[in-house]
């Protein structure tokens, strides 16, 4: 039994179910009240460490509820594919366990923020497409409506864009980069490492068989 099963086991009754209805909900409530509001309603709820350090500790969490646009139609297709995503991943997994992994990406984001004094949630948000990618790799969306291709090919297209970011991104960039992603690599890296592990042994048999059957 790993760790997410004795958690699980423990913490499994306080699970939310379809967590990300109620975020993507939220992140279009504050949407329309800066619409409402002409922006005023956004600088409220980032993630400033100067300003949360003076007592504005609700900064720590609705930074999370920031919507990711300010197009009425992307963040249409934006809310609605995360919750598409969420809805999938909860399925995969259940609703514990796809609550820990949301979790544990608003904790790293949180950790990113106090070390470079400010949070964002993009990375967090884009965590879920490299979760729904590793689960459902086959499956396929269409690319601006019109081109359809496997989720597993966006997700590579998406980790270059990440590894751009962090090559020619400042060092809070690259910090937001590394703690965001810190559910990937709790849900994802020990499979990682095992099939890089099993890819170097098949690699290193080839070339002995290939030495052994010289003439």
């Not at 099963?5 to 209805?21: N, Q, S, T, W």
């Not at 002409?38 to 350090?53: A, D, N």
């Not at 007592?55 to 300010?70: A, E």
């Not at 919750?83 to 790293?108: D, H, K, P």
Request: include cysteine.
């Amino acid at each position: 039994m790993n760790w997410m099963d004795r958690l699980e086991r423990k913490f499994g009754r306080y699970a939310i179910p379809r967590v990300m209805v109620f975020i993507t909900g939220i992140m279009l409530a504050v949407f329309a009240a800066d619409l409402i509001l002409g922006g005023r309603v956004t600088p409220m709820l980032v993630f400033h460490r100067g300003l949360i350090l003076q007592g504005q500790v609700w900064r720590l969490i609705t930074f999370i509820f920031l919507p990711p646009n300010s197009s009425v139609l992307w963040i249409a297709f934006s809310l609605y594919f995360y919750c598409l995503m969420g809805s999938a991943l909860e399925s995969a997994w259940g609703a514990f366990r796809f609550n820990l992994f949301y979790l544990c990406g608003i904790l790293g984001s949180i950790l990113a923020g106090f070390v470079t004094g400010y949070g964002v949630n993009h990375f967090l948000n884009m965590s879920l497409f490299f979760a729904y990618a590793a689960v459902y790799p086959e499956n396929q969306l269409m690319l601006f409506f019109l081109i359809p291709i496997k989720v597993k090919w966006l997700a590579a297209l998406d980790a270059l864009y990440f590894a751009y970011m962090f090559l020619v991104g400042g060092w809070s960039s690259r910090v937001a980069i590394l703690f965001s992603l810190l559910n990937i690599w709790l849900f994802f890296g020990g499979d990682l490492f095992r099939r890089i592990r099993q890819q170097a042994g098949y690699w290193k048999t080839r070339q002995q068989f290939r030495k052994n059957n010289r003439f």
